[in-house]
Nanobody, 124 residues
Framework: QPHLEESGGGMVQSGGSLRLSCVVQGTAECMGWFRQAPGKGREGIASIGYGDKTKYANFVEGRFVISRHNGDSTLSLQMSNLKPEDTAEYYC?????????????????????YGQGTQVTVSS
């Protein structure tokens, strides 16, 4: 069973940048990031699937980049031009691509494995 652990969250001013990382132990090759703000539901941010296909939420608007490294054992999310509305708990997630729609999971409910989360706070 895959194990995931996030790092890199913190507090940043509006317009700033952060890089989130997730160490993935296991072989679930479809991965992604989602977030949950207080009082709101979970929302998918970005995902990477079979053949390194990627998908981003509309609200990303080119500000975030998802990537994986180290033989697919590290998943990253580079976030730039952060806004106060980006404040949330951020989670990395993984799933076996066989179970993903078109070999690319995206919605939080698509994934079976999650990390514990890392907090991102953007001040205005």
């Amino acid at each position: 069973q895959p194990h995931l652990e996030e790092s890199g969250g913190g507090m940043v001013q509006s317009g700033g940048s952060l890089r989130l990382s997730c160490v993935v132990q296991g072989t679930a090759e479809c991965m992604g990031w989602f977030r949950q703000a207080p009082g709101k539901g979970r929302e998918g941010i970005a995902s990477i699937g079979y053949g390194d296909k990627t998908k981003y939420a509309n609200f990303v608007e080119g500000r975030f980049v998802i990537s994986r490294h180290n033989g697919d054992s590290t998943l990253s999310l580079q976030m730039s031009n952060l806004k106060p509305e980006d404040t949330a708990e951020y989670y990395c997630a993984a799933e076996y691509c066989t179970y993903c729609p078109d070999l690319l999971c995206f919605a939080p409910s698509d994934f079976s494995y999650y990390g514990q989360g890392t907090q991102v706070t953007v001040s205005s």
